[in-house]
């Protein structure tokens, strides 16, 4: 019996008893590996010797496995253990091949980087000639950075036929043959298991259902791992049931994690979200999906079905296999948030974007939806026309749209918000949108959504996911006349640059920032009185970011603008994320009565400004009533109690007093402590400070009392 006999009887014994006995080692049947290449075509094949006896490429060894009365060619995809290996992206690799009985054959290797299903002449891995029997030779190449992650083919040749260009194929070739094997591209973001037998033995997944996504692709002969291409909308704070369908073997466990915090891992405390054991074929379990309160953005989830005790996200095993998805999760400061996998590289992606001259860089890659600001920043007033250009991808026929967020409610569904939509004609064409801002659009940034939604659809929703393509968000700036100026900001509070925190006399304004939390924020129906000729410190708690700088301005004079001499209170830097700092300022005497602007800004590196455009930052307005000094009066030991001992200072006050703001700062100006008197007796710990003179603010409605202590052993 020849050898191409035998291995047929090996595979249908082993098939007939698949569900009985699980090996670990060898092919073990089967009908369909998932090998989807051209099947080469050799006349004589290896009769005469020439065939491969050895291939070695990381932890793929299969060797002395050739014979002159082999086939010609010899599927060794997801064969088991030694038949396949993982090559890291960028990576240096070594090909090691041994020839046959025929002393002079050519041996060519290719990989189908680019997972197109054909072997290239540019996916050639090199070739070489032997000069005797049963010589190795290697060849060297390297794995491209850019390819997907995932599995696909390794063809090796061997055949007496050299033309100029090698047919992977072998058509019309003489002697020879091939072998395919199935190699795992990984980039390591995230992990993927090494899967040696794969679906072949139908461990695979029929069907994975989250909140109105289906993905029913699974069957035999699926490729072991896929790519993240679909994706499910769900909330923060819900949960929601997973629903998971096995395939034809009947004992397999389901797995499923998150990648909660975006580590490209999944070994963190509640990533592993929960799994079942099928007791059957086609066994359907259902496992409840809980969505952090906390969470927003794109969250990888990844569901395993495989033949395995215990399941682990990354470890390698050999039966089953490995799917990832997205979550979508919306931000309550964003838009709705899209995805789609195919993007840009597709050619329906957006070329390039400008507003009224400003452009942005655009960029491709999951998710395919970008929020970033324009440069330079974009400052517009209401009625006032302006360009939207959008320039379209290499191929001809796309939907491209344009939208605007007038009334600043995150959404694009009002009235006079969608500037346009329109298809490309031809490759590389530019799409123009006129638009006008409409007269009623408020105050601040608001965002422009520009979005290419794939060939061959209607006028989509704003919110709709393309089918290939890219969603952006820009962020300009709304400052209408007669209003305060307003600074457009291109990446505002995007990267942790923003005021988390105001207090000044009744001003009590804090934890109110975050990342995307509005470029500017009118709050002045905050407001506080203050007294001419008095100090004041007014307290600002920095954002995330650890070296901006935070100026603040009162309009003393009520022009309208912070432009006077001493409207500027002073600027202050912070060098720690949220660090509280303290601005001291005095109140000049003078002045004109009354109620003021007071403004507020955040900004990174460079000289403050209360109007100009920027970068990072943001901008807070608030009120203050200027009033005389009518009631200033000294402090009585009635008023104000003071005793520092055992690391505290015990404050007692007036009932009168109760309400005030209070600051504690040491001899150098340093603020130690603020907030709000709440009853007549208050601790503030001084656990660790040093000895020497310490002075204690209380700012009443009418008063403004001041006592100095000293901190002894």
Not at 187 to 212: H, K, W
Not at 466 to 472: D, K
């Amino acid at each position: 019996m020849n050898r191409s006999v035998l291995l047929f009887v090996c595979c249908i014994a082993t098939s007939t008893a698949a569900n009985a006995q699980r090996h670990q080692t060898g092919y073990r049947g089967g009908p369909v590996t998932g090998n989807t290449y051209c099947v080469p075509d050799f006349v004589t094949g290896t009769a005469a010797g020439d065939y491969i006896d050895g291939v070695v490429l990381g932890t793929l060894s299969n060797i002395e496995t050739g014979d002159s009365a082999g086939a010609e060619f010899t599927d060794y995809y997801f064969y088991g253990t030694g038949f396949t290996t993982r090559l890291l992206t960028g990576s240096a690799q070594n090909l090691t091949i041994t020839s046959g009985g025929y002393q002079s054959d050519w041996f060519t290797a290719w990989i189908d980087f680019d997972r197109d299903n054909v072997f290239e002449p540019s996916e050639m891995l090199g070739q070489f000639q032997t000069q005797t029997p049963a010589e190795t030779q290697s060849i060297n190449f390297n794995v491209p950075f850019d390819v997907r992650p995932g599995y696909t083919g390794m063809r090796v040749m061997c055949s007496f036929n050299n033309p100029a260009v090698p047919d992977p194929c072998a058509v019309g070739y003489n002697w020879g043959e091939v072998e395919d094997y199935a190699v795992l591209l990984d980039n390591g973001a995230p992990c993927i298991p090494l899967t040696s037998a794969g679906t072949v033995d139908g461990d695979f997944m029929s069907l994975v259902g989250l909140n109105g996504m289906t993905d029913a692709t699974g069957l035999q002969g699926k490729l072991p791992y896929s790519l993240p291409t679909r994706a499910a909308h769900v909330e923060a704070g819900q949960t929601y049931p997973l629903s998971v369908v096995t395939g034809d073997y009947d004992n397999d466990r389901v797995g499923v994690w998150v990648d909660w915090n975006d580590d490209a891992v999944f070994d963190d405390p509640a990533e592993y979200i929960g799994g079942f054991l099928a007791t059957s074929s086609f066994f359907q379990g259902q496992i409840q999906l809980p969505v952090p309160a906390d969470a927003w953005g794109w969250k990888r989830m990844r569901v395993i079905c495989a033949d395995e005790l215990v399941l682990t996200p990354c470890d390698d095993f050999f039966y089953g296999e490995t799917r990832d998805y997205v979550l979508v999760i919306d931000h309550p400061l964003l838009p709705c948030l899209t995805y789609n996998y195919a993007g840009e590289p597709s050619n329906y992606g957006i070329a390039s974007v400008s507003v009224g001259g400003s452009t942005m860089a655009v960029a491709g890659g999951a998710p395919n939806h970008l929020i970033a600001g324009l440069d330079p920043a974009v400052s517009l007033q209401p009625g006032q026309s302006i360009d939207v250009t959008i320039g379209a991808g290499a191929l001809a026929v796309g939907r491209y749209q344009a939208f605007f967020d007038k009334n600043g409610d995150l959404d694009f569904d009002d009235v006079d918000e969608s500037i346009g939509s329109q298809f490309s004609s031809m490759p590389n064409q530019t799409i123009n949108f006129p638009y006008t801002i409409p007269a009623s659009t408020t105050s601040g940034g608001h965002f422009l959504r520009v979005a290419a939604f794939g060939p061959q659809v209607g006028t989509q929703p704003a919110c709709t996911d393309p089918t290939i393509g890219q969603v952006y968000d820009l962020m300009v700036t709304v400052d209408a006349q007669g209003a305060p100026c307003i600074p457009a900001l291109s990446s505002w509070t995007i990267y942790g640059d923003f005021i988390d925190g105001v207090e000044l006399g009744s001003i009590v304004n804090t934890g109110t920032g975050g990342q995307f939390a509005p470029l500017y924020t009118d709050y002045s129906a905050q407001a506080t009185d203050l007294i001419l000729g008095d100090p004041y410190t007014l307290t600002i708690t920095s954002g995330e970011y650890d070296d901006d700088l935070f100026s603040a301005w009162i309009d003393y004079n009520g022009d309208g603008d912070w432009s006077d001499a001493n409207e500027l209170l002073g600027t202050v830097a912070n060098t720690t994320p949220y660090q509280v700092l303290a601005l001291n300022f005095m109140v000049p005497t003078g002045i004109p009565l009354g109620p003021r602007a007071m403004r507020v800004r955040c900004e990174y590196n460079v000289t403050p400004d209360p109007c100009a455009d920027g970068i990072y930052g943001e901008t807070e307005d608030y009120s203050v009533n200027l009033n005389s000094s009518t009631a200033v009066r000294p402090i009585s030991d009635g008023d104000i109690q003071v005793i520092a001992r055992g690391g505290q200072v015990e404050v007692m006050l007036a009932e009168a007093l109760v309400g005030s703001s209070v600051q504690l700062l040491d001899a150098t100006g340093k603020l130690l402590h603020s907030g709000i008197v709440l009853a007549t007796r208050m601790l503030i710990p001084l656990a660790g400070a040093a000895q020497g003179s310490y002075v204690l603010h209380v700012q009443g409605t009418t008063a403004v009392l001041s006592k100095r202590f000293v901190l002894a052993d």
